[in-house]
Nanobody, 124 residues
Framework: QVQLVESGGGSVQAGGSLRLSCVAS????????MGWFRQAPGKEREGVAA????????NYADSVKGQFTISRDNAKNTVYLQMNSLKPEDTAVYYC?????????????????WGQGTQVTVSS
């Protein structure tokens, strides 16, 4: 049974930074990517970034390229999302998810495993 637990959310002012963490357990399929998603109030859940098992390849939504960085430490079973220069429009609940091979669709229903989410609030 795969379990994902996010942490690191909080409230920051615009221009600030946060680093989210996602600890995975019971996760052994090395073909799967790990993805970060976010969902703002009244909006659909959207993919933000994804990383391969090895960490050698990453992919980002256009809206966060150059602003967010995804990384992982497999020794700690942890994936990170470093978020810099945060804007009010980055306010959302952020989720990590897995269950799709790297390079596959970011369509959220395809991801079979989700964390509980962590709130990020950016004030102007």
């Amino acid at each position: 049974q795969v379990q994902l637990v996010e942490s690191g959310g909080g409230s920051v002012q615009a221009g600030g930074s946060l680093r989210l963490s996602c600890v995975a357990s019971g996760y052994t399929d090395r073909s799967y990517c790990m993805g970060w998603f976010r969902q703002a109030p009244g909006k659909e859940r959207e993919g933000v970034a994804a990383i391969s098992w090895s960490g050698d390849t990453t992919n980002y939504a256009d809206s966060v390229k150059g602003q967010f960085t995804i990384s992982r430490d497999n020794a700690k079973n942890t994936v990170y999302l470093q978020m810099n220069s945060l804007k009010p429009e980055d306010t959302a609940v952020y989720y990590c998810a897995t269950g799709v091979p790297y390079g596959g669709s970011w369509y959220p229903p395809y991801f079979g495993y989700w964390g509980q989410g962590t709130q990020v609030t950016v004030s102007s």
